[in-house]
T-cell receptor, first 114, second 112 residues
Framework: DSGVTQTPKHLITATGQRVTLRCSPR?????VYWYQQSLDQGLQFLIQ???????AKGNILERFSAQQFPDLHSELNLSSLELGDSALYFC?????????????FGPGTRLTVT | EDQVTQSPEALRLQEGESSSLNCSYT??????LFWYRQDPGKGPEFLFT???AGEEKEKERLKATLTKKESFLHITAPKPEDSATYLC?????????????FGKGTKLSVKP
């Protein structure tokens, strides 16, 4: 158990819908990262937040957005869902920003878009 | 562009048959190289961080090494419970801090 929690574990929804994925980082970690994992693309970095502020963006679609709240939990919002958005979505956390720290991953949310 | 290539894509071993997994990387200055283990349907589990060429780290039957262009994950006398996908990731100087670039992984199967 990494200490990172994600809800829900599974999510099934229809095309065009909007969903919210939630992540709570390890106790004391200030930085949260979101990744998407699909069979053909592997793990792809989406976005990073540090202490409530957006710090980095990867290959995140405009239909996707995220935020980190004062209690440090984070939410990833996916809208206008398409079949191709079906994937595993992982959240990871690390202690700080300025140094090299390993990222600890949560158990993921499996999103299925039908 | 930072890039990570892992080989082989899949590896089948008999229990006790030692082998190595390869991670080749191209990065604009390496801040760190990371190895993770991922079981089906679960999140990646952190194994090692390597920072500079020549560095080695060990954990049970696993040993990770690093050169200027690649990293190896050596598995000595593997057991069936070592079966998993092993992921390699790099963090480069270019790009945002914390942005890990992952390879597609090596799926290891160890048969009893």
């Amino acid at each position: 158990d990494s200490g990172v929690t994600q809800t829900p574990k599974h999510l099934i929804t229809a095309t065009g819908q909007r969903v919210t994925l939630r992540c709570s980082p390890r106790s004391g970690d200030l930085s949260v990262y979101w990744y998407q994992q699909s069979l053909d693309q592997g793990l792809q970095f989406l976005i990073q937040y540090y202490n409530g502020e957006e710090r980095a963006k990867g290959n995140i679609l405009e239909r996707f957005s995220a935020q980190q709240f004062p209690d440090l939990h984070s939410e990833l919002n996916l809208s206008s869902l398409e079949l191709g958005d079906s994937a595993l979505y992982f959240c990871a956390s690390s202690p700080r920003l300025a140094e090299i720290y390993e990222q600890y991953f949560g158990p993921g949310t499996r999103l299925t878009v039908t | 562009e930072d890039q990570v290539t892992q080989s082989p894509e899949a590896l089948r071993l008999q229990e006790g048959e030692s082998s190595s997994l390869n991670c080749s990387y191209t990065v604009s200055g390496l801040r760190g190289l990371f190895w993770y283990r991922q079981d089906p349907g679960k999140g990646p589990e952190f194994l090692f961080t390597l920072y500079s060429a020549g560095e080695e780290k060990e954990k049970e039957r696993l040993k990770a090494t690093l050169t200027k262009k690649e990293s190896f994950l050596h598995i000595t006398a593997p057991k069936p419970e070592d079966s998993a996908t092993y992921l390699c990731a790099v963090q480069g100087l270019r790009g945002s801090q914390g942005n890990l670039i992952f390879g597609k992984g090596t799926k290891l199967s160890v048969k009893p």
